[in-house]
């Protein structure tokens, strides 16, 4: 992919004097939602703040779209940025808020003007918008928050925690506004501690710990190279004892557990390939009735807990 | 939706210019400044010295007229309208605007890093210079509204009064209200903007701005008397201010009478004072305003 389309960390490094923020990271990121995910110090916050240009390494480069952050005025023109801090100077209200920022984009009155109303009915805020960011829900900051990301229009959003503090149903809105965004041709970076809205929708994601990238990509992808744990599956049938007393013939099926409900077995192998042709053959054998196959580890949380989780790292 | 209109688009129209953006950070803080009865008043009454200026201006040159409306008006001739007379005025506005700043200062920076808004404003085409010029220039406004603009409008309508012949005797007045005004609204904007940004609670930069102003006197004055010297003047803002209004404003005679209290301290000295603090300022402004809120 060109350059120009990427975002490009080569060899970062950032330490806060003596102490580590991360540390020697060479990432490209391509257009589409990508997540960072990790605990508490491992660096996300840093990543985001290299990558807008907040912070400067200590060692390396970044180029967000082939743009230095020595060069504001078209790195900043691309990229809209969302902190995790309740971040409002006192006393201003959404709408001013959004218009002043948008004024110091460089846009006229009236077009900051179109762009603030713009972006606060994106976030459904249009009728609080004269009201005082002070006097806002937790909920309305954080769309506040989003509409001053989104409302000069940027080509990478760097969102920090951009689900916290959202309802049910305005989580669902913004999960399916950063996929249109990502549909768009948009970077979309998020961070991000709700595993299953991680999941739902990453197209990659970056997994931190300790300053440091401990894996990257597409997460069914992450998942097969891990070979340390084997992949599990999740079988819902109606004779499980069958199935799992023939799974054995296989010398990479390492573990079977028979559900609870005796509706079903979780079957952890090394080879998820060769598993399934298995299944298929003991299936018509001994014809049993299949309700559902499906892999039960190959997401954000259990990626995680194999590769942070289990390190002694701390909690998410 | 056609697959076509759902790519990406850029903003392609004409933007502001680059230069004045600063410009929209003092915005609101103006509007404040305006809505608050406080403020207005406060601005009014730091007008007073300058009205007193200019009545005593226009009652010197109609002494003869106020006599034929039966008001004797001959002791005003013991004033003379020179350097002399503008050094007292803008020695008093040196006070009134310290006033000033301190009450609008300590409220420009503390909320914004109290909030941890510095990466909403710094995550945009926009530089920590340009957002301290910007909130600088809400003290720097109001201030020169009340010192250096009122100074000249009394400069000319003295010189319309007098004549032009006055204006070239007394041409230093000129430069010396516009730079010393510049150079002393600097040099508290800096301190008080400095304060506004290490103290993040409002009352308590106010306190600390009165306390450097009145502590560093009360220090240079021990200092004086410890160790026998002159040089702890210096650590007094208002004396070194003073000095520097003495030799902007005065020529050679009259400042050989002015300064007979500092003969021993030459005047760049309370020059040199000022730019120094305005430097230590600018440095605790640049350790504070960070673009990004580092946790240790």
């Known amino acids: ?316 | 939706m056609a697959v076509y209109k759902r790519t990406y688009t850029r903003y392609s129209g004409p933007l502001t210019s680059e230069r004045w953006r600063c410009m929209i950070i003092p915005r609101y803080a103006f509007q404040t400044v305006l809505a608050s009865r406080f403020y207005t008043g406060a601005f009014v009454l730091a007008l007073v010295p300058h009205l007193i200026a200019l009545l005593l201006i226009y009652f010197r040159s109609h002494i003869d007229a106020l006599g034929g409306l039966g008001i004797d008006a001959r002791g005003l001739q013991i004033i003379s309208i020179n350097g002399g007379f503008f050094i007292n005025l803008f020695i008093v506005e040196t006070f009134v605007s310290f006033f000033l700043v301190a009450l609008l200062g300590p409220g420009l920076i503390a909320p914004d890093l109290a909030n941890n808004a510095m990466p909403l404003y710094l995550s945009r085409p926009f530089s920590r210079a340009e957002y301290v010029i910007g909130k600088m220039s809400v003290l720097l406004t109001v201030t020169s509204l009340i010192t250096w603009v009122p100074g000249l409008l009394l400069f000319s309508i003295q010189t319309a009064l007098a004549g032009l012949s006055w204006s070239w005797d007394n041409f230093r007045i000129l430069p010396a209200i516009l730079l010393g005004s510049l150079l002393w609204l600097l040099t508290i904007s800096l301190i008080a903007l400095a304060l506004s940004a290490w103290v993040k609670w409002r009352p308590v930069a106010a306190a600390a701005l009165f306390g450097i102003f009145f502590v560093s006197a009360g220090f240079g004055t021990v200092t004086n008397a410890l160790l026998l010297t002159r040089w702890g003047t210096l650590l007094n803002l208002a004396s070194a201010m003073g000095m520097v209004w003495r030799w902007l404003f005065l020529n050679e005679m009259q400042y050989r009478v002015a300064t007979f209290p500092f003969e021993t301290m030459p005047s760049w000295t309370g020059l040199v004072s000022l730019v120094f603090v305005c430097g230590l300022a600018l440095v605790l402004l640049a350790w504070k305003i960070r673009p990004a809120q580092v946790v240790r």
């Not at chain 1, 230095?68 to 078209?74: A, G, K």
């Not at chain 1, 940025?81 to 959004?98: E, R």
């Not at chain 1, 954080?142 to 990301?149: H, K």
Request: with cysteine.
């Open chain 1, 1 to 316: 992919m060109q350059s120009d389309r990427l975002i490009v960390f080569d060899n970062v490094s950032k330490f806060y004097g003596e102490v580590l923020g991360i540390n020697r990271i060479t990432l490209s990121i391509a257009p589409g939602v990508t997540s960072l995910v990790g605990p508490n110090g491992a660096g996300k916050t840093t990543l985001m703040n290299l990558m807008t240009g907040l912070l400067r390494p200590t060692k390396g480069a970044i180029r967000v779209l082939d743009i230095p952050p020595s060069d504001p005025e078209r790195f900043y023109r691309n990229i809209g940025y969302c902190s995790q801090f309740d971040a409002f100077p006192k006393g201003l209200s959404g709408y001013h808020m959004i218009h002043s920022m948008m004024s110091l984009h460089g846009f006229s009155g009236s077009e900051a003007e179109s762009r603030t109303w713009n972006a606060l009915e994106r976030v459904g805020m249009t009728d609080a918008a004269h009201r005082r960011v002070a006097g806002y829900s937790k909920g309305m900051r954080q769309r506040i928050r989003l509409a001053l990301a989104l409302a000069h229009d940027p080509k990478v959003l760097v969102l920090d925690e951009p689900l916290n503090g959202l309802d049910p149903m305005a989580r669902a809105e913004v999960i399916d506004l950063f996929r249109k965004f990502a549909d768009s041709g948009m970077h979309v970076i998020i961070s991000s501690h709700i595993m299953h809205e991680v999941d739902i929708v990453s197209d990659s994601v970056i997994m931190l710990s300790g300053g440091y990238v401990v894996a990257e990509g597409n997460i069914q992808g992450v998942r097969h190279e891990m070979e340390d744990h084997p992949i599990q599956i999740l079988v819902r049938c109606d004779r499980p004892a069958v199935v799992a007393s023939n799974v054995f013939q296989q010398d990479s099926v390492v573990e079977v557990k028979i559900h609870t409900d005796g509706r079903g077995l979780l079957v952890s192998t090394r080879n998820p390939d060769q598993f399934y042709d298995l299944l298929n053959r003991i299936v018509l054998e001994n014809r049993i009735a299949v309700e559902g196959v499906s892999p039960a580890d190959e997401n954000v949380h259990a990626v995680y807990q194999y590769l942070v989780g289990s390190n002694g790292a701390g909690p998410l």
